[in-house]
């Protein structure tokens, strides 16, 4: 059963459509990803859901039961805020505290549930603390204590890793995704990271200009994307435009594509294509695009090098990487497997 | 190592320069309170006396004066910060309509010359019978210390990431109880910041304490002007020497609750 519906949601700030008709599930213990570029209205989302934005139209069931009119605090929702929002005049103790004392827990209840909490995050020995004598990963973990020790129904986090330097937030995806499916608490994520989308969630909306444009597990999203958008946001791309010259066929490297409205996009996953010389033989199998081309610059990038190549008969630039080491100016050609690249006219 | 040993001079002799400059005219007047005799140009008084010390002390009339004083700048500080607190929220926490227009309305007293404004409020406070007791003067007080207490502590709220709220209300809590158990915690450094300013702004006021105090209530700095004016140069030294300790106090507080993003969010 659903936790959290949100049915026909819209938002608009003057002429800026913040959330444009946007409908969401969440099922129990599951971990739904937002994503988007700034602007496309995720965050809207997720404060619409706290309750911190008045809706224009649309409604939000939780466990079933409709809270679009309920007052923040009257919404079970724990929020994990961006910058985490530590309180500086209470220790790490008062502030976990904080929720079950408004809850009117008693005394031994509040100690009990807030060393668990704690305990769970591995912060027991910093309960004396106070928020500016902590590091930043620190104060993250007090925040997401914070958030769980009130068993909310549905757990919002705004870009919980944002604020963390890239090694530590490697790490912390993988406890992040733990912690959610030990705690089975419904869970929305909010980022603009879709590698870490991918990595954590069950399933990713994609969002732009206010609107969803395809909710799939991460594998669906990134297979089968519905659109250039969300083709383009995902993963490492390159694209390609072609404008058709007349009516014919247009052809791109082996494949002829059957000319529609607009501008041929094709968008390569370059994480996923093979460079290789030339002269080499390669037996292609059905749907695999093949292109030709040149080498123009390359970068070394440790494990591998990022290519800058000219295709022929194509003005774009491609950018892909290869561990295989080639000269400027050699001849070569790009191996895309069938599944790896996507054609949209628009 | 030679041009060490100049910097170190230099610094030495800037130090006590600075020194000369903010302490220099604070020795006058301690000198003055014990000066029996002092006749120009003589560098220091011919004969000391602890006389005036003596008698500003066994005259009820100074410390009465203190006393007043005090009291007055104590409930002027309790009416000028109560009022200020929930006016200060609304502007630090809401889009009012005219925010800027009000904000430098309650400038209005302290923007023109003191004189003209306290002798009009005098005379208006005269017809109310509000003249010759201390509350006509707290209530001048108030009125005027109000911008400071209002812009100061505005800009403490607005200093106040509103995130700090919105959790505690995310969290269940009402906004009754999101200001009593969070922002107003927080704010405590800048309200007593305001406070302090506040009670010393009174302490020192002569104009208004001067017109609608009269001629019943005399607080020090009235006192200690009609003193000087009466050649009686010692006891307003004394007096003078006595109402520097509030300011000591201030300066020792100020440096321990004043940070500098409470002024720098001022009027922002």
Redesign the interface.
């Known amino acids: 059963m659903a936790v959290l519906q949100a049915q026909g949601l819209y938002k608009s700030y003057g002429q800026v459509k913040a959330l444009d008709d946007v409908n969401i599930e969440i099922e129990d213990s599951e971990l739904l990803a937002v994503i988007g570029p700034s602007g496309s209205g995720k965050t809207t989302l997720l404060r619409s859901i706290a309750g911190f934005v008045q809706l224009d139209s649309g409604k939000i069931f939780i466990k079933s039961k409709d809270i679009t009119d309920l007052p923040p605090e009257k919404r079970n929702v724990a929020m994990f805020f961006q910058n985490y929002a530590l309180w500086p005049h209470m220790t790490v103790f008062e502030n976990v505290a904080y929720g079950l004392k408004i809850r009117r827990y008693d005394k031994k209840a509040i100690r009990e549930k807030v060393e668990w909490a704690l305990d769970f995050l591995d912060i027991k020995s910093l309960a004396e603390r106070k928020p500016n004598q902590l590091s930043g990963g620190q104060q993250q973990r007090v925040a997401l204590a914070r958030a769980i020790v009130v068993q909310p129904d549905v757990l919002l986090l705004d870009e919980p890793l944002s604020n963390l330097d890239a090694k530590i937030r490697m790490r912390i995806r993988f406890e992040l995704k733990a912690l959610q499916k030990k705690l089975q608490i419904a869970t929305l994520y909010v980022t603009h990271d879709q590698e870490e989308a991918l990595s954590i969630a069950d399933r990713i909306a994609v969002m732009h200009n206010g609107k969803v444009l395809q909710i799939g597990t991460p594998q669906q999203v990134y297979k089968e994307p519905v659109n250039l958008f969300v083709a383009d946001f995902i993963g490492v791309n390159s694209i390609v435009r072609i404008k058709p010259l007349d009516k014919d066929i247009v052809k791109v490297g082996n494949l002829e594509f059957q000319p529609q409205q607009g501008v041929l996009h094709l968008v390569i996953r370059a994480e996923e294509a093979r460079v290789l010389p030339a002269k080499e033989h390669v037996t292609l199998k059905e749907g695999d695009l093949k292109l030709e081309g040149i080498i123009m610059g390359k970068l070394y990038l440790g494990s591998k090098h990022r290519y800058e190549i000219k295709i022929h008969g194509i003005e774009e630039i491609l950018f892909i990487n290869s561990e295989e080491a080639f000269k400027i100016n050699e001849q070569i050609q790009i191996i895309i497997p069938k599944d790896s690249f996507f054609v949209y006219w628009q | 190592m030679k041009f060490s040993i100049l910097r170190m001079t230099l610094k030495v002799v800037f130090i006590i320069f600075m020194l000369l400059v903010m302490i220099g005219p604070l020795v006058g007047i301690v000198i003055w309170s014990f000066a029996r005799v002092w006749y120009w140009p003589s560098p220091l008084p011919q004969e000391f006396t602890l006389r005036y010390w003596i008698e500003v002390f066994k005259q009820g009339r100074v410390l009465n004066s203190l006393v007043l004083s005090v009291t007055i700048a104590l409930l002027t500080v309790a009416f000028s910060t109560l009022l200020a607190i929930p006016a200060a929220y609304g502007f630090a926490r809401y889009r009012l309509p005219f925010e800027r227009i009000l904000l430098l309305l309650f400038l209005m007293p302290q923007a023109f010359p003191q004189l003209p404004v306290f002798i009009n409020l005098a005379s208006i406070f005269g017809r109310m019978g509000l003249r010759g007791n201390i509350w006509g003067i707290v209530l001048a007080h108030t009125m005027a210390s109000l911008v400071f207490s209002l812009w100061i502590i505005t800009a403490t709220f607005k200093s106040i990431?509103v995130?700090?709220e919105?959790?505690?209300?995310?969290?269940?809590?009402?906004r009754f109880?999101v200001f009593w158990?969070?922002t107003f915690?927080?704010a405590i450094p800048g309200i007593i910041a305001g406070a302090i300013y506040v009670f010393l702004w009174s302490m020192g006021e002569f104009t208004a304490a001067f017109f609608i105090g009269a001629p019943f209530i005399q607080t020090a700095p009235v006192l200690m002007y009609t003193s000087s004016m009466g050649y009686n140069l010692q006891i307003a030294s004394v007096i003078a020497i006595i109402l520097i300790i509030p300011s000591l106090i201030f300066m020792i507080l100020i440096e321990r609750f004043l940070k500098a993003e409470y002024i720098a969010s001022l009027g922002g």
Request: no cysteine; net charge neutral; aromatic share 0%.
């Open positions: 990431p995130e700090l919105q959790v505690a209300q995310n969290l269940g809590a009402s109880k158990t969070i915690p927080i």
